[in-house]
């Protein structure tokens, strides 16, 4: 009896048990390695493509991500860059092109894209920029040709569309102006002659 209630005491004060694993494709090839710590995955683990390849190195606490986090492209590159509270990605984050170049970049409030984020496009031009709030956009909003010429600039609010928007064509004339009401098109719009005239285009009730 003695001997049993030693046992019982000592099991209960066990730390928690690790346990290294590796998860594998259908077809045999390395998915995942990492620990499980009483069941749940505990600690860092490495995913890897079909190829092998990296494909993230992902931080874990009691079955949850947590912490640093990192993504890469099948070619090696790195993907993207989050850091997560226990309700998704916080603060600052960046995301990359396969060729390396950064893709976009911004920061998380509990998990929502919040404040100023950034888009570019693959040779690193500038593409779109603009504030979020609560995970959708709010504000003044612009995007760019892939030659840096402004293609059309606008206000969002709370993620619609909003107010005087004006569309360019990559030489940078101006094209297009018109109003938005709660994401849809109100109102009389315009379109622009090469010469800057503007005529009548389109009513919208």
């Known amino acids: 009896m003695k001997k049993l209630l030693i046992a019982g005491i000592f099991m209960f004060l066990m730390p928690v048990l690790y346990a290294q694993d ?3 494709y259908a ?24 190829n092998a390849q990296l494909n993230a190195a992902l931080n874990y606490v009691n079955g949850s991500l947590l912490g640093k986090q990192k993504y890469y492209h099948a070619n090696g590159q790195l993907k993207a860059y989050e850091r997560w509270e226990v309700y998704g990605p916080e603060d600052s984050a960046y995301y990359y092109h396969p060729n390396g170049q950064l893709e976009r970049k911004g920061s998380y409030n509990e998990g929502l894209y919040e404040g100023y984020w950034v888009f570019y496009y693959e040779d690193g031009t ?19 040709h ?5 293609m059309q600039e606008g206000m969002y609010t709370h993620g619609l569309q909003s107010g005087e928007w004006m569309y360019y064509n990559e030489d940078g004339r ?13 109102g009389q719009w315009y379109y ?8 009548k285009w389109k009513y919208f009730d």
Do not use: C, M
């Open 126 to 144: 500038l593409r779109q920029e603009g504030n979020y709030q609560g995970g959708v956009p709010h504000g003044l909003w612009l995007s760019y």
């Open 192 to 199: 622009f002659k090469k010469n800057g005239k503007r005529k």
């Open 174 to 186: 101006l094209t297009y102006l018109g109003a938005f009401r709660q994401g849809e098109r109100s």
């Open 146 to 150: 892939s030659n840096g010429k402004v």
């Open 22 to 24: 590796t998860l594998t």
């Open 27 to 50: 077809s045999g090839e390395v998915k995942a390695i990492g620990e499980f710590a009483s069941g749940k995955k505990d600690g860092t683990w490495l995913y890897y493509y079909p």
